[in-house]
């Protein structure tokens, strides 16, 4: 490891002894997710309660659906984490890490989390943090990676200073193209590639990309990249690199395994293609309009009466527009009320009502519309990462 952390006591340090030689996480239940080969432990990984168990090691938690249903913000023992190198500190020092800004600027800054509080406007965003392969299980081929149901997503209330504050205060110098990200964490194995990331300038320096050391109003989890993460607010959250220790400007478009080779789509028409089809590709970047049924699951015995059937959608970054609903998979559909508005990156609620008769089912469907303009619709996206499903999601419902 290239720096040693310690475990000191109080608020400004989080321990996470359970990752070091072995995980103690505890399996105590099994789910099955919706496709072939679903069946997963339930693990409690420190400062989470039980999750989603992907791998260990590294960690790949998912938060089971249900949780969407508690609120408009994901709690923090509830955030699905994904790491993708084992070598993960099992503790850190909130008091003696520093980010560390160089490359082309005028001064390389050095900078404390109480710096990062203290001598930059804090800025709090609601936003959407979503893994670029949410649902990859439920690609069809199957793609390989994480096989995750709808869960890889969470949503919360960032609060940091702006990079482009930050990056101010360094001076960029003429000639930045790109501003490079690297966390703590290293890889086990040599050969494997450090996961670092890059934005481009303009991304980079927009008023809403932030250095965040609280996520609803609490440290970040260790597992969620304490005590600083980058928040690229629309982004899928590859971007959002946890730990963040290290904050390059570079001269020129990355060239590191993370951005040359992962992380991409198709760069044709809208990023879709046929399985087999190879195209060149782009750096995958915006997340595309989705939306959920939170209050109802696949196969749910209900009775019969009326209710309100409630769920959540979020975009890119234009914001919600609407939600319609339908009861009979499609065919007709309602406009459904929207929820309290966090802002264009946040989860937005919805509900509309459902008068469900006795010895019927019901196929549920949502459909959310961004400002935007972008409209969900059954037709289904194939990558070979797995990544940019957004199509109208539908369930079952019966009632007895
Ligand atoms: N340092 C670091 N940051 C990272 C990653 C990582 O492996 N290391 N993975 C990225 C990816 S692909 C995802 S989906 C999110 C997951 O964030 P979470 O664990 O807080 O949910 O972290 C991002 N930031
Ligand atoms: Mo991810």
């Given amino acids: 490891m290239r720096r040693s952390s310690f475990l000191i006591g109080g608020a400004a340090a989080s321990g996470l002894a359970a990752l ?3 995980s103690n996480a505890l399996a105590q239940e099994t789910i099955t997710q919706p496709f072939v080969n679903g069946s997963r432990p339930l693990a409690t990984f420190p400062q989470k ?6 791998t260990s090691r590294p960690p790949q938690l998912e938060t089971p659906f249900k949780v969407f249903d508690e609120g408009v913000f994901t709690p923090n023992d509830a955030f699905f984490v994904r790491w993708h190198l084992a070598g993960i500190p099992t503790s850190v020092d909130g008091r003696a890490f520093r980010v560390k800004v160089h490359g082309l600027v005028n001064r390389t800054l050095e900078l404390s989390v109480d710096q990062l509080r203290r001598d930059f406007q804090p800025v709090e965003i609601p936003a959407v943090c979503q893994c670029s392969g949410n649902s990859r299980g439920f690609f069809d081929p199957r793609v390989p990676g994480g096989q995750w149901a709808n869960g890889a997503m969470g949503n919360a209330r960032w609060r940091g200073a702006r990079l482009r504050d930050v990056l101010a205060r360094a001076g960029v110098k003429a000639g930045a193209v790109q501003v490079r990200f690297n966390g703590l964490e290293r890889p086990v194995l040599q050969t494997t590639p450090d996961f670092i990331k890059s934005l481009d300038m303009d991304v980079a320096t927009s008023p809403d990309v932030l250095i965040a050391y609280a996520m609803n109003d609490g440290p970040l989890p260790l597992l969620n990249g304490f005590p600083v993460r980058l928040v690229v607010p629309g982004y899928f959250a590859t971007y959002w ?3 963040l220790d290290d904050v390059e400007v570079i001269d020129a478009v990355d060239q590191n395994f993370w951005m040359k080779t992962a992380y991409r789509i198709p760069a044709a028409g809208d990023g879709c293609i046929k399985p087999g089809q190879t195209t060149p590709t782009v750096p995958i ?4 309009v989705r939306s959920f049924i939170t209050s109802l699951a696949d196969g749910d015995q209900i009775s019969p009466g009326s209710r309100r059937v409630q769920g959540i959608a979020f975009d890119g970054g234009s914001g919600i527009a609407r939600v319609d609903f339908s009861a009979d998979g499609g065919a007709t559909w309602t406009q459904a009320a929207l929820g309290g508005d966090y802002g264009q990156y946040s989860f937005r609620q919805w509900s509309s009502p459902l008068d469900a008769q006795a010895g019927q ?9 961004a400002h935007d303009g972008s409209v969900q619709t059954s037709a289904t996206c194939w990558t070979p990462g797995g990544y940019l499903r957004n ?9 007895s």
């Fill in 391 to 399: 199509n109208i999601e539908s369930l079952s419902v019966h009632t």
């Fill in 49 to 54: 309660r039980p999750l989603i168990l992907l």
């Fill in 285 to 288: 970047t915006k997340m595309r």
């Fill in 241 to 243: 690199v946890k730990m």
């Fill in 361 to 369: 089912s019901y196929r549920l469907a949502c459909r959310a519309t």
């Fill in 20 to 22: 070091g030689a072995g």
